[in-house]
Nanobody, 114 residues
């Protein structure tokens, strides 16, 4: 069973930064891709960013230029650096891995105050 453990969420003022981490219980190159999704209250879960096995990245239009996804292969960890945070970024952020079976982390809350 794959485990994905997220950390790094919290409360930050608008314009601030946070870095989320997702540590996988096995080699991240065993996954086709890994990514971050978010779900705000009353809204559907949406893709924020992902990175595939080849290193190609993909971002939601709403976060392009502000968020950066990266990985540390030695630590089996994927990161999401979030800069210039806005109140509309407030959501629970979930780590996802596709093998192609999908695995999910437990989620970490990000709250951006105005």
């Amino acid at each position: 069973q794959v485990q994905l453990v997220e950390s790094g969420g919290g409360l930050v003022q608008a314009g601030g930064s946070l870095r989320l981490s997702c540590a996988a219980s096995r080699n991240i190159f065993s996954f086709i891709a890994m990514g971050w999704y978010r779900q705000a209250p009353g809204k559907q879960r949406e893709l924020v960013a992902d990175i595939n096995i080849g290193g190609s990245t993909n971002y939601a239009d709403s976060v392009k230029g502000r968020f950066t996804i990266s990985r540390d292969n030695a630590k089996n960890t994927v990161y999401l650096q979030m800069n210039s945070l806005r109140p509309e970024d407030t959501a629970v952020y979930y780590c996802n891995a596709r093998a192609p079976q999908a695995y999910w982390g437990q989620g970490t809350q990000v709250t951006v105050s105005s």
